[in-house]
């Protein structure tokens, strides 16, 4: 559910941490750089995000020889239930974009993981990129052209369509920061193009679980940690290439790239990909340069409070400064409700500044200032919004 106060809900990793009192039993696990899950199969590499139902984590997968997302869920049973509701609508979207051109995250894989917290549902989710958030920063709130801004609208559409139109799937979380480009912007930042040495010693991290023989108490042997860095660099070789000319642009910068919000590329109270956790973003010029180069291809993500038209969990949904009328005014919401936060987004794109803030005062709660908001931008509502 959306928070009132904050500009990002569960979604919110702009924060420096998520402090230590939800590790607990039912709370948040305990996740450490090199830990492994699922017998080895996934490393943790380093922290991308975190939010009110989960961490998320840079891992490298054993198997696939790749970067992934790991969501890793507080073990509440209500936090469970919410992800296994979450899974089943990442399923039924990957089930219709096998060829993935929708512009939706994928869900790779999911299991469950025991700790002394409990039992804590993972999700592993494809790498991506640097979030519309951190795009916006990079330009200073300047906002971006708006041929950049109709790019990334249409992936944005391509993705709500098949959403809405195929799946009957409401997003209702829907802000800049749960929009993930497939890039990073700044590639010293890229786990994949900086040449980062993969961290692949395993902290034992897991309740004892059967092995493989190839396995010694779920530490990789000498010759197996050999063959999967073989594998690593295989992975990186092409991009790497193309990338020594970019992070050679990028060699003049002051600091080092942003500190990634990163959504799960996950869902609620969580996040998804994103670049690790890093510094300033350098000179202005070397900012603006930076975003107005990167690829724009985006995938929407963080279904952790999606929903489907004919079956609705809460009425109680998105970010306040993308909450629609029908919402704020207690009335049934279907679809629309997406596209009033993504219309809500164009903007931001485009001028750098979000497009309804409200505030509380001394005579009108937020809501109350919200709609005298969209009467001052938007004109008296319609008699149909009245009647409703």
């Known amino acids: 559910m959306a928070e009132e106060d904050g500009r990002s809900e569960s979604s919110n990793y702009t924060s ?12 948040y696990h305990a996740v450490r750089v090199g830990d492994s899950f699922k017998q080895g199969a996934y490393i943790v590499q380093a922290k991308l995000g975190w939010g009110h139902f989960s961490t998320v984590w840079l891992a490298w997968d054993t198997v696939h020889s790749r970067y992934v997302a790991l969501k890793v869920q507080k073990s509440a049973q209500h936090y469970t239930e919410a992800a296994m509701d979450e899974i089943k609508i990442l399923k039924q979207i990957a089930e219709g974009d096998a060829d993935d051109t929708r512009c ?16 804590h549902v993972c ?12 795009l916006i920063k990079y330009t200073d709130y300047r906002g971006i ?10 992936y944005v559409l391509i993705g709500l369509d098949y959403l ?23 590639p010293t930042k890229d786990p994949l193009r900086s040449g980062a040495p993969l961290i692949l010693s395993i902290n034992k991290s897991e309740e004892p679980l059967p092995v493989s023989p190839a396995r010694s108490n779920g530490v990789f042997t000498q010759n197996q940690k050999k063959k999967i860095r073989r594998k690593a660099n295989n992975a ?3 991009t790497s290439r193309s990338a020594a000319t970019m992070a050679g642009d990028a060699d003049g910068l002051e600091d080092n790239g942003d500190s990634r919000v990163v959504n799960d590329c996950g869902g609620s109270g969580e996040t998804h990909s994103g670049a690790p956790q890093g510094h300033r973003r350098g000179s202005r010029a070397t900012r603006k340069r930076l975003a107005m180069e990167v690829d724009l291809w985006c995938k929407i993500v963080d279904f952790g409070n999606a929903c489907w038209t004919y079956k609705q969990f809460t009425n109680d949904i998105q970010t306040r400064q993308y909450r629609c009328p029908e919402v704020i005014l207690g009335s049934k919401y279907s ?17 750098g500044d979000v497009l309804f803030d409200p505030h509380s005062g001394d ?26």
């Open 16 to 27: 420096e941490d998520e402090g230590t009192e939800d590790y607990r039993r039912g709370g």
């Open 104 to 119: 939706v995250v994928k869900l790779l894989d999911h299991f469950k993981h025991s700790g002394p917290n409990g039992n």
């Open 123 to 134: 999700m592993v989710f494809e790498f991506l990129g640097d979030n519309l958030l951190t």
């Open 145 to 154: 052209p708006l041929s950049k801004m109709k790019e990334i609208c249409r």
């Open 164 to 186: 809405h139109r195929d799946l009957s799937i409401i997003h209702t979380d829907l802000k800049p920061e749960n929009i993930l480009l497939k890039s990073i912007i700044d």
């Open 236 to 238: 990186a070789a092409v």
């Open 335 to 351: 679809t629309s409700a997406d596209m009033w936060s993504f219309a809500c987004i164009c903007f931001e794109l485009a001028t």
């Open 363 to 388: 005579n009108f709660d937020r809501d109350e200032t919200q709609c005298l908001k969209w009467i001052d931008y938007l004109g008296v509502l319609s008699e149909d919004v009245h009647l409703s």
